[in-house]
């Protein structure tokens, strides 16, 4: 069963950057469509951004459109989470998950998604 791992949360004032990455053993991440999902104390989860299995279709939910990329490293079986410009409202908890169906991705449909992260914690102090 693949294992998603998150890592690079983290505290940071605003207008600040995190690199999150979202590891697997044993499976090759670029057979799956990988998206990045965020959920704040009280609020429902959030679609961030997905990435296909190709590469060829990414998707950014608006509200952080030209301050998150998203991105492979696939010797490292490592897809990224670059934030930029970090705001207080971008505090939640991230998860990555995976979608084994081919084609493109969305961050509309978490159920789509088949495996999941335990979460890395960002939190931006104002």
């Known amino acids: 069963q693949l294992q998603l791992v998150e890592s690079g949360g983290g505290l940071v004032q605003t207008g600040g950057s995190l690199r999150l990455s979202c590891e697997a053993a044993r499976f090759s991440l670029s057979n799956y469509a990988i998206g990045w999902f965020r959920q704040a104390p009280g609020k429902e989860r959030e679609g961030v951004s997905c990435?296909?299995?190709?590469?060829?279709?990414?998707e950014y939910v608006n509200s952080v459109k030209g301050r998150f990329t998203i991105f492979r490293d696939n010797a490292k079986n490592t897809v990224y989470l670059q934030m930029n410009s970090l705001k207080p409202e971008d505090t939640a908890v991230y998860y990555c998950?995976?979608?084994?169906?081919?084609?493109?991705?969305?961050?509309?449909?978490?159920?789509?998604?088949?495996?999941w992260g335990q979460g890395t914690q960002v939190t931006v102090s104002s």
């Open positions: 998950a995976a979608d084994v169906g081919i084609g493109g991705c969305t961050i509309n449909r978490p159920s789509l998604y088949d495996y």
């Open positions: 990435i296909s299995n190709g590469d060829n279709e990414i």
